[in-house]
């Protein structure tokens, strides 16, 4: 008898069964099964399952889990509904999902850098009117978070001519990224800042980091990219800034509710470019290679990957 996989997915129901598909693909040694065509006594006896936007309350109901494996890189909001979890949460690490962000955080950083914001508006309006460009390596662009999304992203932006520095929680040594930890690292780093992109996980520390005392450190012709969690970074005053022209353009991948309700006025604004929450998304073929792998190896050796630190809180 095949092992039962419960799979706990809260995505419609076609990315679902296209989900199950590739696992299933991926792992034909296991019987990949979705919650609710569990029995009781499956739900009970499973160590482990697989999860993609779970409703908490399925999650629970398998009292003698060990570890889930999200299929997401970003495990805050079954943190914020299970904030106390009995079992181990492993979120998806891969190098594909990394240089996808990568590239995300490139093309909005060279949107931003050639002033196609401002030649999107000005076309509009019917304006000719261009303006004067800074060499790439004369462009700071700051990355906030330096894990395996912010790392990629700086490294990338760095192989493009962008002088690139980075803020983290720990010290960190990186060639040719000039890093900053710390409150004061931050400080200093905002007031240099051209671009400013977030890619920090959302926890009790980082909610609300970018408030109204470290938005205003930031220059008059900086931008922002917002592709981590809305949480971070406080936008009612970050639109009341781009509105006064202290700062220039945001490109916002990330909202308190999603879909952003048709009734925000954020869809309106000129200098907020809004994005479907598209920056960093999993690619199911190598997701489910990793999955298939992390599973063999507890399957194997009792290995559990490496997972969040609840009290860290990613
Ligand atoms: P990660 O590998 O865990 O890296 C987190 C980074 O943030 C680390 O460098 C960490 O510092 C730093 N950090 C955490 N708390 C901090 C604090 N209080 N002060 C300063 N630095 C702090 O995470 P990741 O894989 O790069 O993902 C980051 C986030 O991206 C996810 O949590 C998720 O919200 C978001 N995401 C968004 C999308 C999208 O499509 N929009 C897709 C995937 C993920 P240390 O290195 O010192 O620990």
């Not at 906030?144 to 192989?159: Q, V």
């Not at 900086?222 to 509105?243: C, H, M, P, Q, T």
């Not at 298939?292 to 809180?313: A, M, R, T, V």
Request: hydrophobic share 40%.
């Amino acid at each position: 008898m095949k092992k039962i996989i419960p799979f706990v997915s809260g995505s419609d129901r076609q990315i679902t069964h296209l989900w199950l598909k590739y696992l299933q693909d991926e792992m034909s040694e296991y019987n990949i099964v979705l919650f609710d065509d569990l029995s009781k006594e499956q739900k009970l006896n499973a160590k482990f399952a697989i999860i993609a936007n779970p409703n908490p309350s399925n999650i629970l109901q398998m009292k003698n889990l060990k570890w889930v494996q999200s299929l997401w890189a970003g495990v805050e909001k079954l943190l914020d509904s299970i904030p106390n979890p009995s079992f181990q949460i492993v979120r998806m690490v891969d190098p594909v999902l990394s240089n996808t962000m990568a590239e995300s955080v490139l093309a909005w950083t060279l949107y931003l850098h050639k002033n196609m914001h401002l030649y999107h508006s000005q076309q509009r309006q019917k304006i000719w009117k261009p303006h004067i460009e800074t060499l790439s390596k004369d462009k700071n662009i700051l990355i906030l978070g330096l894990g395996k999304l912010g790392l990629a992203s700086a490294f990338k932006l760095k192989k493009n001519g962008f002088n690139v520095l980075g803020w983290s929680k720990s010290k960190k040594q990186i060639d040719e990224v000039i890093t900053y930890h710390g409150d004061e690292g931050l400080e200093t780093a905002l007031k240099l800042a051209h671009i400013v992109v977030c890619l920090l996980p959302l926890t009790k520390q980082t909610n609300n980091l970018l408030n109204k005392q470290k938005l205003d450190l930031l220059n008059s012709n900086a931008s922002i990219i917002n592709f981590a969690r809305a949480g971070i970074i406080d936008y009612d005053y970050l639109v009341e800034k781009l509105n006064k022209s202290e700062l220039s353009h945001a490109i916002l991948d990330v909202f308190y509710e999603e879909p952003l309700n048709c009734d925000s006025l954020l869809w309106e604004n000129e200098n907020i470019t809004i994005l479907p929450h598209i920056s960093g998304p999993t690619d199911m073929a190598s997701a489910s290679k990793i999955v298939s792998k992390n599973l063999k190896q507890y399957y194997e050796k009792g290995i559990i990957p490496i997972s969040i630190d609840i009290k860290k809180g990613y």
